[in-house]
């Protein structure tokens, strides 16, 4: 079997992120995006099970007044980074190396990134943006809200960091 | 159709870059906030500062309308709040909304297990609505930009926030050579 590749250098991926960020803004007028991609799928579960719940919520609703909320233009593109993200990594050698080295984690770590993923919903829906839409892609535009948001993030983690330090030996 | 075309091919570009840097491996992610690995700070920030410098130049030669751009709303403390409790999450799961599904797609179960929560997370925020939105929609400030809140020109601004940025990436090149 062949060695997987080694990650590309930092600074190189970031520019070429940049540009995909830029060719975005280009053809879009908007920037990247994920956290969304969640909320319409959300949306589109909430109203498929109970149309009267969605009526009530106008964060719901947000996500259901341009068309369905499962070809939403930020759901195609996540299912976009799921292939593309699949691709790299099996062009390179690095997803049976995922499986095989770090194996099963363990139980606490999953409940670890539930608890972060719910978490990070929850800010990212007060927000109204995560990590790609709102500091990144806000970042560029140089918007006041998205620079609070990061700086607001970093400050967060740094803090928290050493109380789930034995997450991550 | 044209539109979900272009969202796959920046999807699959997006993806892409995440996952050729390591962006999808949840210990690398969490390194950043024990100064252990600085592949976050160097990849947010140098696709900032291009993005950033790319959106000004074009503008300034006339090839992109910067008035047709989306500058997301400003809302004070929701995007404070929501930034501290986002920055609790993405230490704990070690992977962001973006990254879990490169996470996923490199066969990491991590990224399944963050999804799951994030999905969790703003159905919980839809279903509370009501008793959220007041605060939601408290403290806007419309499309603000640092331009806007500084009085200074938009190449100023501009111009501060890159030699910031790369001073940043610049102290943090001499840290790891020092080592």
């Known amino acids: ?169 | 159709m044209n539109d979900l075309l272009v969202a796959a091919g920046i999807g699959v570009a997006f993806g892409w870059a995440l996952e050729c840097v390591g962006l999808g491996d949840p210990p690398k992610l969490a390194g950043q906030f024990y100064l252990r690995d600085f592949t976050v700070l160097k990849v947010m920030l140098s696709a900032m500062l291009t993005a950033m410098l790319g959106i000004f130049w074009a503008g300034r030669l006339g090839m992109l309308d910067l008035g047709a751009l989306y500058v997301p709303e400003t809302y004070l403390l929701p995007q404070l709040v929501g930034g501290l409790v986002f920055g609790l999450g993405f230490v704990l799961s070690g992977l962001c909304p973006g990254t879990s599904c490169v996470a996923l797609a490199s066969g990491r179960i991590e990224g399944a297990a963050t999804m799951l929560g994030l999905f969790a997370g703003v159905l919980f925020i839809g279903l509370a609505f009501p008793a959220i939105e007041p605060f939601y929609r408290s403290t806007p400030r419309g499309p603000l930009t640092l331009q806007l809140v500084t009085g200074l020109p938009y190449g100023v601004v501009v111009a501060l926030v890159t030699a910031v940025g790369v001073s940043t990436l610049a102290w943090i090149a001499k840290r790891e050579a020092a080592r």
Do not use: K, N
């Not at chain 1, 993200?85 to 409940?111: D, E, K, M, N």
């Not at chain 1, 560029?140 to 034995?166: E, K, N, Q, T, Y």
């Open chain 1, 1 to 169: 079997m062949r060695a997987p590749r080694p990650y590309a250098d930092p600074h190189v991926a970031g520019v070429c992120l940049g540009l995909v960020l830029l060719a975005c803004f280009a053809l879009t007028g908007q920037g990247l995006g994920a956290s969304g991609a969640f909320a319409s799928v959300a949306s589109g579960v909430v109203v498929a099970v109970s149309p009267a719940t969605a009526v009530h919520s106008a964060y719901f609703q947000s996500y259901l007044q341009d068309g369905s909320p499962w070809t939403a233009w930020i759901v195609v593109e996540i299912i976009g980074v799921l292939v593309g993200a699949a691709t790299s990594a099996a062009l390179a050698g690095r997803t049976r190396l995922s499986f095989a080295q770090t194996g099963r984690p363990a139980v606490g770590r999953l409940f670890a990134a539930v608890a972060g993923g719910m978490l990070m919903g929850v800010g990212a829906a007060l927000a109204r943006g995560c990590t790609s839409g709102l500091a990144l892609s806000g970042g560029a535009l140089l918007s006041v809200g998205a620079w609070i948001f990061m700086v607001a993030l970093f400050v967060a983690g740094f803090l928290a960091a050493p109380l789930v330090r034995r997450f991550w030996p």
